[in-house]
């Protein structure tokens, strides 16, 4: 089988999987995900395994502990199957479940992050696609989806801006201070230095002007001047 076949069945598997998931997995993310993905790894100055990062591009949600529960996300029980299915070699196996089991935004938070270039392509690729314009819509759709805390906005409750990995994850997927906007402050700003490549870095930098411009207009048309100016206390510290 070409790699081209086997990773057109590799996709049409994941499709199986994140099928009707509305927590912000669907598939419109994997392909974004994919593009961006393959496009940062083809603006490093170092070689990398292409093999590698497409599996991990594809595969790094189907395990996910919002579909699949805690228990089998420590498994990787889907990606684990679906790399034996199309005949992905042991060791590259090994290497794509390395990525998958140490990326994210929470585990970020505990200082667990991909050591090789391919897993730090895949991160930053993913990270991105929360950022930026998809970033805004997904944010939005999480919270007014059934598992998101349903609240766009309430100028009376501020941010978490230090979350820990407890709090973000205390009882699942939602906490205290969740709201869309206050998701910005508690994960999606920050995620601009947290990339681990250089055309990461280029890339995640477009995209987090973006989200910038968007909260200061959006506070603007809610007459929140107090939401502005702590908009722009939050940017002077995470950047000084
Ligand atoms: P990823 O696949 O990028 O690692 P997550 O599993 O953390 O992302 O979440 C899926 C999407 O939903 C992301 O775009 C994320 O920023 C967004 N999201 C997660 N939690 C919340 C929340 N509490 N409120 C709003 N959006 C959220
Ligand atoms: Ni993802």
Known sequence: MSSVEAMSQVRGMVAEILGDDDSGHDMGHIDRVYAIGT???????????TETVSLGLLLHDV???????REQAAELTN?????RSVGVDPE?????????ATMGYSKALRGVRPATLEGQIVSDADMCDAIGASGVVRALMYAVSDKGSGVVFDREVWPIVDITAEQYNGNGTSHTTDSFVNHFFEKLLKLKNMMLTEPGRQEAKVRHQYMVDFLHTYFKDENAPEWSAFLDDYLNREDG
């Open 79 to 83: 990606a684990t199957e679906i790399m």
């Open 92 to 100: 590259t196996q090994v290497t794509v479940r390395g990525i998958i």
């Open 39 to 49: 496009r940062l790894a083809g603006n490093l100055s170092e070689p990398v395994d």
């Open 63 to 69: 395990d996910d502990y919002k579909i699949v529960g």
